[in-house]
């Protein structure tokens, strides 16, 4: 008899709830989008905020901090092995966990955001953090009592510049703990989703961005490391703080122009309330029909400044949290408990979040291949010749441009190309998915880690050959550009898997979890390098035990780097079934668009 009263009951409900989106379907048609507020709440003119004018201002910052990130990151093993005299084996494993700490701090700052301060106050609290970085690291090479000693005359290093570098440098992990993961949603929240030409602009948003960053990395692995390894490093720092210095004048200038979305609170509250009522009513029986869940519409919802989603089947346990029951009084929106009664985009929000689980675990493999490129791939072109002519000598970490280059190239070809010919062909307005350009970057990181394995194991007979048997002292006579096309394999791949998961992750997560989206992103280079550390630790443990002699021994001529590269080959082709698999089941977000206003012409559709 209950179940009875409840299925008429949620029959009456359907009929009010259709009312209330036909009645409310204009207004939210015609609604000014909640971007569009500037950060005191007025609502400004369209025309004059927002879309490439504004994210100008942003790209900008991010130049000059990926100027100083790559500047400093590509070269920081250089340093730590020369200047702090580490081994080959500690000088790894501290540069993985500075990467890893640089790359997991923005989930927290990137929660903040979303919750409490939103983005533009974030962004201009990290960038002075990541400024004080910079000028310690600065004062720490100029500075008489915190400069590290002589690198020919000392083997022990001066502990007191030891504590101001790691201080200096952890104080740029905790100023990208805010920068990263705000900046990118930031600029992508100044294109509207609900009107057509910024949709599309948005699109091209991720890959013109990564362009750019590949441009701040090009600078900072040539120019920058150039002079670290033949002027000084204190003048590459000093530098680098002057570069961001300007770059955070430049985009406090754009304030005027910025849209901006006000923080909502906590977004893992909304979640965690649906997983409290989905368990609550775990033995209602499922509606007839999902239109019979509960859904509130937009013009008038209070909890939420997002968009409305569509129900899909999957992880149906989960519609149950959006069940009317028999003592909900449907007249009484504001009255209903969130800890029991949920909405369908709530609902929809929460599946979201449990079906990225998968992509992110299959993509931490790609996170551990990318480490390789500032560790293992530096140090082995600093054993190599680098001579152009007869004077002129290629810094070690500069050979990371190629990576820069190789990125830089595929999105161009990308954007200006492929996209247009794939429209035509896939119907997609994006040309290919989000999870398929994910995959083709995952096919190139296959093939650069079977790429590095086959020379290295060229390489190591050039050791055998020249040092071990003929007595050579110094740099092999085989050339570094042997290892351009492992660079430059892995900067493709970085055009498609970097862009695509940032656009995944900055997509597929609720609207009001977006800088913590691009956060769970750069977890992915984070967690990879924290798991790059421990698998060095295991296989130098195990290759010990089993042979006698570890796979990493005290330089690089020494080692069996080889061996490595074949092993993350071999795991990069596993990961890659298990993501293809995974991708193949994968449900994408489904926004509710009735109408879409595009000057003035209504097109209805939805994504």
């Known amino acids: 008899m209950e179940a009875f009263h409840q299925e008429k009951l949620t029959e009456m409900m359907i009929e009010q709830q259709k009312k209330k989106r036909k009645s409310g379907e204009i207004d939210e048609a015609k609604r000014v989008y909640d971007s569009s507020l500037d950060h005191k709440g007025r609502i400004p003119l369209r025309e004059s905020t927002g879309a490439w004018k504004a994210s100008l201002f942003i790209v900008a910052i991010e130049f000059g901090e990926r100027l100083s990130y790559f500047g400093i990151a590509s070269n920081l ?14 000088a790894a494993k501290n540069v993985n966990y500075w990467g890893g700490v640089t790359t997991i701090m923005p989930l927290i700052g990137g929660f903040l955001a979303d919750a409490y301060t939103g983005r533009f106050f974030m962004i201009m609290l990290s960038s002075i953090i990541y400024f004080m970085g910079l000028n310690l690291l600065t004062l720490s090479e100029f500075l008489p009592s915190l400069k590290q000693c002589e690198v020919y005359t000392c083997r022990q290093q001066n502990k007191v510049h030891e504590v101001a570098f790691f201080v200096a440098m952890y104080l740029l992990s905790l100023g990208t703990g805010g920068h990263k993961p705000c900046l990118q949603s930031f600029g992508a929240d100044q294109f509207d989703d609900d009107h057509l030409e910024e949709r599309k602009q948005k699109m091209s948003f991720f890959s013109w961005w990564n362009f750019v960053l590949g441009c ?28 961001m210095g300007i770059a955070i004048i430049i985009f406090f200038i754009g304030k005027p122009l910025y849209r901006y979305r006000m923080p909502q609170g906590s977004p893992l509250t909304p979640v965690l309330r649906v997983l409290v009522a989905a368990i609550a009513k775990r033995k209602l029986p499922y509606p007839s029909n999902p239109d019979l869940l509960y859904e509130v519409p937009h013009h008038q919802s209070t909890e939420s400044r997002g968009r409305l989603l569509r129900h899909t089947r999957n992880l149906r346990f989960l519609d149950k ?56 791939f530096t140090k082995q072109s600093s054993t190599m010749n680098r001579k152009i002519g007869h004077k002129f000598e290629i810094p070690p970490a500069s050979m990371t441009s190629v990576t820069a280059i190789g990125m830089i190239i595929s999105v161009t070809i990308y954007e200006k190309i492929l996209v247009s010919v794939l429209r035509r062909r896939t119907g997609n307005e994006r040309g290919i998915s989000i999870l398929q350009r994910i995959g083709i970057g995952m096919i190139f990181i296959v093939l650069s880690m079977a790429t590095a394995g086959s020379v290295e194991r060229k ?91 570890s796979w990493f021994g005290k330089d690089l001529n020494k080692s069996r780097l080889d061996k490595f590269y074949w092993l993350m080959t071999a795991m990069s082709v596993l990961n890659l079934l298990a993501y293809v698999l995974i991708a193949k089941r994968y449900t994408y977000k489904n926004v509710q668009r009735s109408v879409i206003v595009v000057d003035g012409d209504e097109d209805k559709g939805s994504t």
């Open 459 to 549: 390489r190591l007979r050039s050791v055998e050959k020249e040092i071990i048997q003929g007595g050579r002292v110094g740099t092999l006579s085989m050339s570094v550009f042997w290892l351009v096309p492992q660079y430059i394999i892995i900067g493709i791949g970085d055009g498609f898997s970097i862009v695509g998961l940032q656009e995944y992750f900055y997509e597929q997560v609720p609207d009001s979890m977006r800088s913590l989206g691009i956060a769970f992103y750069l977890s992915i280079i984070g967690v990879g390098s924290f798991i790059s550390s421990f698998l060095i630790t295991i296989v130098d443990h195990v290759t010990e035990k089993i042979s006698g002699t």
């Open 321 to 376: 949290a959006a069940i009317i029951e028999v003592d909900d009084n449907p007249s009484a929106e504001g009255m209903k408990n969130p800890w029991r009664l949920a909405t369908v985009t709530r609902v929809e929000e929460t599946k979201l979040l449990l079906n990225m689980s998968p992509i992110w675990l299959t993509s931490l493999i790609f996170g551990l291949c990318i480490a390789q490129t500032s560790t293992f």
């Open 77 to 90: 093993i250089t340093y730590m092995t020369r200047l702090l005299h580490q081994d080959l084996k500690t």
């Open 216 to 243: 701040g990395a090009l600078l900072g692995v040539t120019l920058i490391v150039y002079v670290q390894d033949y002027v000084s490093w204190g003048v590459a720092d000093l530098t680098l703080s002057i570069t």
